[in-house]
């Protein structure tokens, strides 16, 4: 009986080991939900986002909004305008465009985001301190570890080799299962309205 048990043990051990790094599938019962921003032009607008718009020497046209949900703004001379999920940019060129079509001459469009729409994730299970946390402005790339750090790291039982993520994404929710210990599970990015579950390990 003790040598079927170590037996068991050593089997479990190796399933474990070549677990998949990373896999990914569709949820069937898809919950709402909830990229990081950066004052550069590459940053992409999004919902709720608070901007301000200004044209140069024209003073008049200056407005301040929120973006609505379905990424447009309503804007003078031209009526509503879709900038959500555009670059800050391309944005400012949408502007543009459509003013010159008509009603100005070279027209100088500047946007700025005044507030920025919540960016964050929320993390449960074998944490240290489970919650919703800011994802920070300043990191261009935040991954699982570092989401993980942020909740004061795994408890004593939490199994860093089963992490799920639940993913909102082109209407539906996508769960990744995560082994943090490889490679690709180091490298693993988190998005606005990420949910993630450290589950915890089976003795």
Do not use: H, W
């Not at 609505?68 to 804007?75: L, Q």
């Not at 010159?100 to 001459?105: C, M, P, Q």
């Not at 990744?176 to 450290?198: A, C, E, H, K, P």
């Amino acid at each position: 009986m003790i040598f079927r048990l170590f037996v068991l043990c050593g089997l479990c051990g190796v399933l474990a080991s070549c677990a998949a790094p990373v896999t990914e599938k569709v949820l069937p019962a898809p919950k709402t939900s909830v990229a990081v921003p950066t004052d550069s032009k590459n940053y992409e607008l999004s919902p709720n986002d608070t901007v301000t718009v200004t044209v140069f020497q024209e003073p008049d046209m200056t407005t301040s909004q929120q973006i609505a949900r379905d990424g447009s703004i309503s804007f003078p001379l031209i009526g509503r305008v879709v900038i959500g999920g555009l670059p800050l940019g391309a944005a400012e060129q949408t502007i543009s465009k459509r003013l010159a079509e008509k009603y100005l001459v070279n027209p100088q469009v500047s946007i700025t985001v005044t507030q920025y729409a919540p960016q964050s994730y929320t993390i449960l299970g074998q944490v240290g301190a489970p919650g919703a946390y800011p994802i920070p402005y300043e990191e261009e790339a935040f991954t699982l570890p570092m989401a993980i750090a942020r909740a004061g790291g795994n408890t004593r039982i939490g199994n860093l080799r089963n992490i799920r993520v639940n993913r909102r994404q082109d209407g539906r929710t996508i769960q990744y299962t995560i082994n943090m210990l490889s490679v690709q599970g180091q490298q693993f990015l988190i998005q606005r309205g990420d949910l993630i579950t450290v589950q915890e390990t089976l003795f």
